[in-house]
């Protein structure tokens, strides 16, 4: 692992050229240019509220300020996590001309996806903390947690982006099985409700490594309180051990890729 560190840090220059190519073929004349940054957390965000305006309705209690925060904290990263792995999958696939020529690392494409959508995410960012400070959510000591929450999704979205942009490379169709399950995936995920919702069977919905990290942020963010520690240790460990299995198979299957392509 340390070697495979020290050997990405040597062709981190590509990695920041590959990432900034990825930004300028998206945004090339685009009339809305980054503003198309925020479109798909809008529409998220948008998409949430109107479920939630929908169970106030049902409840006969009205839709308040700090539900429209909730779900504008949870569909960000959650529009990160998904774009990541659309974008990623047909990476390798997408630069397979780069892949037969010269060596280096190939798990820069799957990376330099990654990053683009993080760039992505920043911007969007922007718009979050004005929909925070409108619903007059304010800070407390546990915003200390976001940084680390943050960490852990990226490093999920990134075990998850290596794994299908290597196995797409060999079995073109799960493409498409990646656009079904990132499509459907949000109705198993805690964005536009509450895990709690779930009652005893809460825990099903946390086996998710994502729900854990969502609820975190809801958690620290909004609520203002420490998020769950043994299920931020579950999503800890299970990103950890995804990122070094993924890594691994990805070295595994490396040589094959210009046969492949």
Request: positive net charge; proline residues 4%; charged residues 15%.
């Amino acid at each position: 692992m340390i070697r495979w560190i020290k050997e990405l840090n040597r062709y981190r220059g590509l990695l920041y050229m590959l990432t900034w190519r990825e930004l300028k073929i998206k945004y090339k004349q685009s009339i809305m240019g980054f503003m198309w940054a925020i479109l798909m957390p809008i529409l998220i965000i948008a998409a949430g509220i109107l479920v939630k305006f929908a169970f106030a309705k049902l409840s006969g209690s009205p839709l308040t300020l700090t539900q429209v925060a909730t779900v504008s904290v949870k569909a960000l990263p959650w529009s990160f996590f998904i774009s990541s792995i659309r974008f990623a999958t047909s990476s390798l696939v997408g630069n397979g001309s780069l892949v037969t020529k010269i060596y280096f690392p190939r798990e820069i494409f799957p990376f330099s996806a990654v990053l683009s959508q993080l760039c992505d995410f920043v911007i969007a960012s922007c718009m979050l903390v004005i929909v925070l400070v409108i619903g007059q959510i304010g800070l407390s000591i546990h915003i200390i947690w976001v940084p680390l929450l943050l960490i852990l999704l990226i490093l999920w979205t990134t075990s998850l982006c290596v794994l299908f942009s290597a196995i797409n490379l060999f079995f073109r169709d799960v493409k498409y099985l990646v656009e079904v399950l990132v499509t459907f995936a949000i109705f198993f995920t805690p964005v536009f409700y509450e895990a709690d919702l779930a009652g005893r069977w809460k825990w099903v919905l946390l086996l998710n490594p994502v729900a854990p990290i969502l609820e975190g942020l809801n958690s620290c963010v909004v609520l203002r309180r420490a998020p769950e520690i043994s299920w931020i240790s579950y999503s800890a460990v299970i990103s950890l051990v995804a990122i070094y299995l993924a890594l691994a198979l990805f070295k595994k299957l490396e040589p094959k890729f210009a046969e492949s392509i």
